[in-house]
């Protein structure tokens, strides 16, 4: 009994479940432009052999449909399917990858087909080709004779050649779409006589990750049970994984009810859900939201840019940190924790955590009375605007300055990078002045999200309420120098200048 890959795969080029697919060879057949060799790019599982095998059948089918369809019929098509026709040759890079398997080929490429009227080679996982393989290859694919045709199928075209690239006609297979796996699989569902609970197919769908091999082996193990498909039984296979479940943690998360989370995350783990699976969905999720605010998607989580810039990085890397955690939930529960400590979002509007909001306002609230708009009106701030300590020391300050940076990374990474170039100098009335050695990085920090965030996360940790910047004499001189010359010479390297500049930007100075 063959799979059901295999036994429900297309036969015709109407028949490939990518439409686009379908469009692009339908297109060359109908024109009677079929190329001599062709790139197939893509995933896994999205049907590069099942079409490189009906392209085989076209130019091999000795009686075609009108529209230059394979008859499914005649000797060659069936020798084909069965994979025993003498001039189609299948040959697998990724355990054929020296130059001696394309020097073989090379050599009988020149001789006449047996049966058909080409021979056909198709060069699955291409790219697994060592350099001299590909050498040989390329100078078959420049003079490739009348009588073959080449169809090369792999899942990293970047490691394909250019050379080997702009002698193929490209095709891309892009992974599928849920309709487009839901269509696929009511074929073999029609074919075996299965009744399926209602939403199996959706859900089915949806595990796959855009995979019609993988749709189909699911099926199929789980049509071994019986005829009859239930939910509960895809979920127990699935590790319970279901889009409802990742779209409502993600709600959960992006509104800052952290009990919810921790409640919905024990719930999961104890119906035995694979965390790994979940963490990477939950993350496709909200990437797919934060993406669909920039117009890429649809919208169904209304949110604020910089909320869902912070999700999608800590949950980024929770799926890292997964795979090595000795309680795998762990990662996601701090998420939900640390998420705790960022803004809430309710009904679309911004606004500070709960343990906050209050004092925050209060600092507004008189800043607005005073018609305070520079610096020197916030120096008059007074302590009994809002709750903090009478007295803090520098000294106190330096010794959780970290503490302070640490706290700032996972809300804004380029707060943090950027404070890691700076020094705290003094403490003066109940203000934090902190040094600055380049005027870009004043100008960055005194922006006035920037400023706020520092100062909620410095009246949690030290208990100051306020902050302000003042140049370093490095900088004064240097804007000096910048007025009087117009070429400067470089700064000497600044240590904590490199690992700021490697925090900001992501590369190594």
């Known amino acids: 009994m063959s799979s059901f890959y295999r036994k429900y795969r297309p036969r015709r080029i109407e028949e ?89 080929l090379r050599d009988k490429i020149g001789l006449s087909p047996v049966a058909g009227r080409k021979k056909v080679y198709i060069i699955d996982e291409v790219h697994m080709l060592t350099v001299e393989a590909f050498n040989a290859l390329l100078k078959t694919l420049e003079e490739p004779p009348e009588h073959a045709m080449f169809v090369l199928c792999t899942t990293e075209e970047h490691k394909v050649p250019e050379t080997i690239v702009s002698r193929c006609t490209r095709v891309g297979f892009v992974k599928a779409g849920k309709d487009e796996v839901i269509k696929s699989l009511s074929k073999v569902v029609k074919g ?9 197919l959706e859900l089915l769908a949806e595990s796959v990750d855009g995979s019609f091999r993988e749709g189909h082996k699911l099926l199929e193990q789980l049509a ?7 939910l509960k039984k895809v979920e127990e296979i699935l590790g319970s994984v279901r889009g409802g479940e990742v779209k409502q943690v993600a709600q959960l998360l992006i509104s800052g009810k952290t009990k919810l989370v921790l409640e919905k995350l024990e719930s999961m783990e104890k119906g035995g859900v694979d965390w790994s699976n979940f963490a990477e969905k939950l993350l496709d999720y909200v990437r797919g939201q934060l993406k669909a605010k920039y117009g890429i998607g649809k919208v169904e989580i209304e949110a604020e840019i910089e909320r869902l810039r912070v999700v999608t990085m800590l949950v980024a890397r929770a799926c890292g940190e997964i795979k090595t955690a000795v309680v795998p939930a762990l990662p996601l529960e701090m998420v ?51 709750q903090v300590r009478e007295k803090v020391s520098l000294d106190e300050v330096m010794s959780k300055w970290d503490e302070v940076i640490k706290s700032l990374s996972p809300l804004n990474h380029s707060v943090a990078g950027l404070l890691r170039s700076c020094r705290p100098k003094r403490v003066e009335n109940h203000f934090l002045v902190i040094e600055a050695y380049y005027k870009f990085h004043k100008e960055q920090l005194e922006q006035e999200t920037r400023r706020r965030m520092l100062e909620e996360t410095l009246k949690r940790e030290v208990g100051l309420p306020a902050v302000k910047f003042v140049l370093g004499e490095k900088a004064v001189r240097a804007a000096k120098v910048m007025e009087e010359h117009d070429n400067v010479t470089a700064p000497e390297k600044d240590d904590k200048l490199v690992e700021a500049v490697e925090d900001v930007f992501g590369v190594e100075v």
């Open 336 to 386: 939900a924790v640390e998420l705790d400590r960022e803004v809430e979002i309710s009904g679309g509007s911004v606004r500070v955590a709960k343990e906050q909001k209050a004092e925050v306002g209060k600092l507004d609230e008189k800043r607005d009375e005073m018609g305070e708009k520079n610096e020197t009106g916030r120096d008059e701030i007074k302590a009994d605007m809002v």
């Open 16 to 104: 490939l479940d990518l439409e686009e697919v379908r469009n692009t060879l339908a297109a060359g057949l109908k024109k009677g432009e079929l190329a001599h060799a062709y790139l197939f790019v893509g995933p896994r599982g999205s049907g590069k052999t099942s079409a490189a095998r009906i392209l085989a059948k076209v130019v091999n089918c000795e009686k075609p449909t009108a529209s230059g369809e394979p008859c499914l019929e005649c000797d060659n098509c069936r020798a084909i399917e069965q994979g025993s026709f003498v001039d189609v040759m299948e040959i697998d890079a990724a355990s054929h990858r020296g130059i001696d398997a394309i020097r073989e």
């Open 224 to 230: 071994s049970f019986g005829k009859e498909v239930s």
């Open 192 to 200: 075996e006589g299965l009744k399926l609970e209602e939403g199996v």
